[in-house]
């Protein structure tokens, strides 16, 4: 089979994309799960353990407290509650919580640190798979053992108001409910106002038992302006008030039983305001027990504990997939009996759900501990039944309560450990098939890169070959094996036969073609035929060793965590060394031409006679667009690679990104704080009219108009949502969503794109005569539709961000790679490091809590899922796809290039994503017990799968636009 | 006449690197607490000052710098200015190109400009030592075609320069591991990694050069 070289690449992008869903699928663990899909019901509690005699009653213990208030506060971070912010701003709870009757503990949440996850986790008692954070959008009915489902039925009525996650995860659970939305983060009184406003008349009312309060406001303050913002202090004081409220009212009722309040929040938020990853402030949150059956008197605890906690005290069974343990402290107050018989609830269920998900769970210390403090248990019962009251009764009932301390801790903590199960089998089919898609990538590489830009791949007659049946007969058989095995529960057996049968079988081909493809390679490197003697003897200049070293290099680097969480580091670092390279280029070919016309110089005696063969190009065409001379053109060649230099050094202060730097001040928050509006609004005028002018030279007329409207309109829009200030606008106007002026600017650029594909296509068909033009007019209006797109998708303080990525962009353009003659593949990998730079300059980090999902919700009124998914996707990888596109536009706008520059370029661009990716893949299965594998490594992975995505969107426009010749045999 | 240039060369060498040894081991004697990395930057002088010495001892006082035409002392007291002038240009230049690299501006700016004395120090004064302040001889010495260098001080300039450069290169990597090592502290990996590189480079050179002594044809002066 001969294929054109972006085709070929193309296909290996998909077959490598398919190949990471399959091994994501199996990466990502199912989490830990009760064999019974049931829930927990009254009737299977386990007996009160009494040595000795028959068995004693299931009853629970009577409730501690009678109705129960949940105030959760999105994002409330630790510290704002116990910190010095909690007594400036706060100063009623933490009264409570230094005086009052309360427990205040840092709740520790579990990455990833995202709503949804969060309250399943606050619910469950469990602690939700990373995959929860894809479908954290989406969220459908839970469907878990959970707090709710089992208040709901023993009869408790559930009232509930705030962020309508719950309503959907809890459907017709509550006996009322007004949820909130929370994707318009710009607002943050209404979100409150709505849930406050139910509350006077619900606390007067008695006709519920659980009131749940879900505040939306502090989340979207850290998102918009972080942690420090001005706008905290008036909300927390705000929170502060109705928690008094609350208290005050549940205090006022006299019940038998007395109410609890508790303060609790899902995560945490980081130093710049957004949350997700797992860092020391996203994970900590305030865990407030307010209740009058405490005496006055902090540690740490898991988040998950409090499901258990509540179900026990409200005598409720604990969900069953809880891997959380009681707070102690919570019972303390109770007789001994009963202290002992709820932890005795709690190690019951903690061993069965240990017992079904670990198949050695009778190694394991905490199930050992739990019987002997149950037998403990027993006896001591046996003698408390006695009548037995003595002194030594109560030292044996603190040391059982002891034992069954150490033996939850245990227990709880081996079952958080199973979290890291693997399904193995998916994980290396699905790395096989891209490992060989990289060697067949690699393999390909002569030819692919040779003048004809085709690539011979003998797929057919190896499917006819012995090798490939005897090789697909055994794939098959071994799948057979694996997947008739005990406790198979992997996901790809749990595929449909035939499907799973082609996809082992095309392993097995494309394992064929590629030892042919090797085979045919070595021999033709053994007999030094000249024509490919000469393909293969590359001179490698000072440039290509650093592009080789360089994203070889930055490949291996990702085996260190360190290295992924400052991956922005590495191409800092290599974007710079490029820049020099490039600069030290510029220099030679300029000086060296210097120093031939100045000969008579002093030194000129010292000259070398060697330069006098030199190949001198008679002349380089003179900068004829910009119409420089040629000195001029000189100087700026050579201060070209310098002002990208300082650009990318001002970028670099614009968003600090990583972990180990991240808290540093960058200019990004100091233009985001709301008192620098002038400065952000003057400089996003400024990058606007750049953006303008330095796009406008490739439209037409038309699409001139159209993207300076367009232009005006993203301004409008961030004056409408109220991130920069017009000149005539003093007073801060109400801030509205801007959803029409966001929706004026998709006008312009569905026009633009439009135009630019009209012009496209119009070119396939008169291919023959101007189609050339045609054709690169076409791409450059389709660049300048998406630049306007992601002009009003990024922050206003990232437009610079996008000012400088073009500027860069024209400036190497005109005076560098035309100049020195780089080769596509040159050009590809200068793009592509270019791209990843830029994807980090924009604040981009290797951690999901970067992703700015505001994004989504730019223009439509509420969540609609595909074009949400669509244009987050969209801008997070904005620098590598503009990069790509400016890739695609050069190298078929060139008019000097060879015909295969674009398929060289195409072909470039998938190696280069299938380096890392692949490589990426098998580290991760080697390293899946590493400590960090869940916050470091993993967020990666999902970055790099979504880049193989986006590159294989590439590929495709690539291929689609590339029609210069087709490969015939 | 090879093999004598290329062991007056070694034993120069040899006398550079010994000095940077004493230099990291006299202070230890004279100056209380010193460590390389506690007082980073008194070692990273007194490497910096006794290169620089040995250096301009070696090379100018022995008569290795090229011959001058004119002997008057007008000619030499310029050329003594403008070998300052080009050093200070030069520490100013890699100073530029570090912040460039990420180093922060305002913070611990002595910090990244003693680096970019010590790297002047190993690669500029080397070149104003053997070559003069003529930046013609410069650009025929470092351009590509000037690989064919025209003594065997030419060659060993070339490799210990890029040396010692690519030293401080490969020494900015472990500054973003989290191992919480105090040579991972802004500047002492990279200036260890230049005078690693440096070393490196003069231990290489005359190897290099004995190695390839077939290909290299130097004009013989």
Not at chain 1, 946 to 953: F, S
Request: glycine share 6%; charged share 15%.
């Amino acid at each position: 089979m001969r294929l054109k070289a972006s085709v070929f690449a193309l296909f290996c992008l998909i077959i490598e994309l398919l190949g990471i869903a399959l091994y994501l699928r199996g990466f990502f663990p199912v989490p830990v799960k009760s064999s019974l899909s049931s829930k927990s019901k009254l009737s299977d509690q386990p007996a009160e353990p009494l040595a000795g005699s028959g068995p004693n009653s299931t009853q629970l213990p009577p409730p501690l407290f009678k109705r129960v208030v949940i105030m959760l506060i999105d994002a409330l971070r630790e510290d704002f509650v116990f910190g010095p912010n909690g007594k400036r701003f706060m100063p009623f709870t933490r009264q409570i919580v230094e005086e009052g009757s309360s427990h205040g503990f840092i709740a520790k949440a579990r990455a990833p640190t995202v709503t949804m996850p969060r309250i399943k986790a606050l619910t469950t008692g469990s602690i939700p798979g990373f995959i929860d954070v894809v479908m954290n959008l989406n969220s459908p009915a839970l469907l878990e053992d959970n707090l709710i489902r089992q208040a709901k039925d023993a009869g408790k009525r559930i009232v509930f108001y705030g962020d309508d996650t719950w309503v959907r995860l809890f459907p017709r659970h509550f006996t009322e409910h007004d949820g909130t939305t929370s994707f318009f983060v710009s607002d943050y009184t209404e979100v409150d106002n709505n849930v406050t406003r139910h509350l006077d008349s619900t606390l007067k009312r008695a006709d519920w038992d659980v009131l749940i309060l879900h505040y939306l406001g502090l989340d979207h303050i850290g998102h918009i302006s972080g942690p420090h913002s001005a706008l905290i202090g008036p909300k927390l004081l705000e929170m502060d008030d109705i928690i008094k409220k609350i208290h005050t009212s549940l205090t006022e009722s006299e019940d038998a039983p007395p109410d609890l309040l508790v303060l609790c929040s899902d995560h945490g938020m980081s130093e710049t305001g957004s949350h997700g990853g797992s860092s020391e402030p996203e994970v900590s949150t305030p865990l407030v027990l307010i209740s009058l059956a405490f005496p006055r008197k902090g540690d740490t605890v898991e988040q998950v504990d409090l499901a258990p906690t509540l179900a026990l005290a409200l005598a409720l069974p604990i969900p069953r997939n809880s891997v959380g343990r009681l707070l102690p402290a919570v019972v303390e107050q109770a007789p001994l009996r009963e202290q002992l018989r709820l932890l005795h609830l709690n190690g019951h269920q903690l061993s069965s759900l240990l017992r079904d998900s670990n198949p050695t769970y009778q190694r394991q210390d905490g199930y050992e501990l739990f019987r002997v403090a149950e037998k403990a248990h027993g006896n001591w019962m046996k003698l408390y039944l006695e009548g037995n009251t003595s002194e030594v009764l109560g030292n044996l009932g603190r040391k059982v309560l002891k034992q069954y301390l150490e033996a939850l801790q245990s227990m709880s903590l081996a079952l958080s450990k199973q979290l890291g199960r693997y399904d193995m089998y998916s994980m290396i089919v699905g790395m096989g098939l891209i490992l060989e898609v990289l060697a067949l990538l690699l393999l390909a590489m002569p030819e692919a890169l040779g003048g004809a830009a085709c690539v011979d791949v003998p797929l057919a007659p190896a499917c006819l070959s012995l090798p490939f049946c005897l090789l697909g007969l055994l794939a098959c058989s071994t799948h057979v094996l694996m997947c008739t095995s005990a406790e198979a529960n992997c996901y790809f057996c749990s595929l449909p036969w035939p499907l799973a049968f082609s996809a082992l079988l095309f392993v097995a081909a494309l394992l064929c073609s590629l030892a042919a493809m090797a085979g045919k390679r070595f021999r033709l490197a053994g007999d030094p035929r000249p024509k490919v003697s000469s393909s293969l003897d590359w001179t490698l200049s000072e440039l290509d060793i650093l592009l080789l070293t360089g994203t070889v290099g930055q490949t291996l680097s990702l085996g260190a965590s360190s290295f992924i969480e400052e991956e922005h580091q590495t191409w800092y670092f290599l974007l710079n060394t490029l820049c020099l390279a490039v600069f030290q280029d510029v220099c030679r070919k300029y000086f060296k031409e210097r120093r031939v016309l100045g000969e008579e110089r002093e030194e000129s005696s010292l000259l070398p006679s060697t330069t006098d063969g030199d190949p001198l190009r008679p002349s380089f065409s003179p900068a004829t667009e910009l119409g420089v001379s040629l000195g001029a053109e000189k100087w700026l060649a050579l201060t070209t690679p310098l002002l990208t230099l300082v650009c990318c050094r001002l970028l670099r202060s614009l968003n600090q990104t990583g972990v180990q730097w991240a808290h540093l001040p960058d200019l990004g928050h100091w233009l985001n704080n709301g008192e620098h509006k002038v400065f952000l609004s003057v400089l996003a005028v400024f990058s606007l009219l750049l953006i303008f002018l330095l796009v406008q030279r490739h439209c037409s007329l038309v699409s001139t108009i159209a993207l300076a409207l367009g232009l005006l309109g993203i301004y409008s829009y961030r004056a409408a949502v109220g991130s920069v200030l017009f000149p005539w606008q003093h007073t801060s106007r109400s801030i509205s969503k801007g959803t029409g002026e966001a929706r004026f600017v998709y006008v312009f650029v569905l026009g633009i794109l439009f135009t630019g594909v009209k012009d496209l296509l119009c070119s396939q068909v008169t291919a023959a005569g101007g189609g050339g033009h045609l054709r690169s007019r076409g791409l450059w209006e389709v660049y300048s539709g998406m630049v306007l797109l992601v002009a009003l998708l990024l922050r206003p303080h990232n437009l610079p961000t996008l000012a400088c990525c073009l500027l860069v962009q024209t400036l190497m353009v005109q005076f560098v790679w035309e100049r020195l003659r780089y080769d596509a593949a040159q050009i590809t990998i200068m793009h592509y490091w270019f791209g990843q730079a830029f994807f980090y300059f924009q604040g981009n980090s290797n951690n999901i809590a970067t992703v700015d999902i505001s994004v989504g919700f730019v223009g439509l009124e509420s969540y609609v899922e595909v074009p949400a998914v669509i244009l987050t996707a969209f801008c997070t990888y904005a620098g590598p796809v503009l990069w790509a596109c400016h890739l695609m536009c050069y190298l078929s706008s060139e008019r000097d290039r060879a015909a295969g520059a674009l398929s060289h370029g195409c072909y470039c661009l998938a190696v280069l994503r299938s380096v890392p990716a692949a490589l990426y893949v098998a580290l991760t299965t080697a390293l899946r017990y590493h400590l960090f594998i869940w916050s470091v490594f993993s967020p990666k992975l999902l970055y790099e799968a979504t880049h193989v995505l986006i590159a294989a969107a590439a590929c495709l426009i690539f291929t689609a636009v590339d029609h210069d010749h087709a490969c015939s045999l | 006449m090879w093999d004598v240039e290329i062991r007056g060369m070694t034993s120069a060498h040899a006398i550079i690197a010994a000095s940077i040894f004493m230099a990291t081991v006299i202070p230890v004697v004279l100056v209380d607490n010193f460590s390389v990395y506690g007082t980073h930057l008194v070692w990273l002088y007194s490497v910096a000052c006794s290169v620089a010495v040995v250096n301009i001892a070696v090379f100018w006082l022995l008569g290795i710098s090229p011959p001058t035409k004119k002997n008057t002392l007008n000619y030499k007291l310029s050329r003594l200015i403008r070998s300052c002038v080009y050093f200070v240009l030069s520490c100013l230049f890699f100073h530029a190109v570090v912040v460039l690299y990420g180093a922060p501006l305002i913070e611990s700016a002595l910090e990244t400009f003693s680096l970019a004395v010590l790297l002047s120090t190993l690669t500029t004064l080397r070149c104003l030592c053997i070559l003069g302040p003529n930046v013609q001889a410069w650009i025929r010495v470092f351009s590509r075609d000037g690989w064919v260098a025209m003594s065997v001080w030419d060659t060993s300039l070339q490799i210990t320069s890029s040396c010692s450069i690519v030293g401080a290169w490969f020494g900015a990597f472990p500054i973003p591991l989290d191992w919480d090592r105090p040579w991972q502290v802004w500047p002492i990996s990279c200036s260890l990694g230049a005078t690693g590189g440096f070393l490196t480079g003069l231990l290489a050179a005359p190897l290099w050069i004995r190695w390839h002594r077939k290909q290299l044809t130097y004009k013989l002066k």
